[in-house]
């Protein structure tokens, strides 16, 4: 069993940064693949961003490549997300997820293990 449970979401004005993190419980971070998904009201669940189990391949989607950037702290047990220069198009909530099989990509479908969300809202 794996936990994950997301911190940091919350409310920025266009422009601004956040950092969500990512505590993961039951197995050791470098035995997992990570990434953030999210989810905003009325739409699919999106890949926002992968890093492998040694934090040197990261993967992002185009619509966050060059704000966001995800790293890594197994020492921790600690994946992060820094979001920076949100849009309101960013407001979500954002999901940590974990493949043990360290075979996930960025289909939702392909990871076991999900935390609870935590909402980052960027206003208009």
């Known amino acids: 069993q794996v936990q994950l449970v997301e911190s940091g979401g919350g409310l920025v004005q266009a422009g601004g940064s956040l950092r969500l993190s990512c505590a993961a419980s039951?197995?050791?971070?470098?035995?997992?693949?990570m990434s953030w998904f999210r989810q905003a009201p009325g739409k699919e669940r999106e890949f926002v961003a992968a890093?492998?189990?040694?934090?040197?391949?990261?993967s992002y989607a185009d619509s966050v490549k060059g704000r966001f950037t995800i790293s890594r702290d197994n020492a921790k047990n600690t994946v992060y997300l820094q979001m920076k220069t949100l849009k309101p198009e960013d407001t979500a909530v954002y999901f940590c997820?974990?493949?043990?099989?360290?075979?996930?990509?960025?289909?939702?479908?392909?990871?076991?293990?999900w935390g609870q969300g935590t909402q980052v809202t960027v206003p208009s």
């Open positions: 997820a974990a493949d043990p099989t360290l075979r996930a990509g960025g289909r939702a479908e392909e990871y076991e293990f």
């Open positions: 039951g197995r050791t971070l470098s035995s997992l693949r």
């Open positions: 890093i492998s189990w040694s934090g040197s391949v990261t």
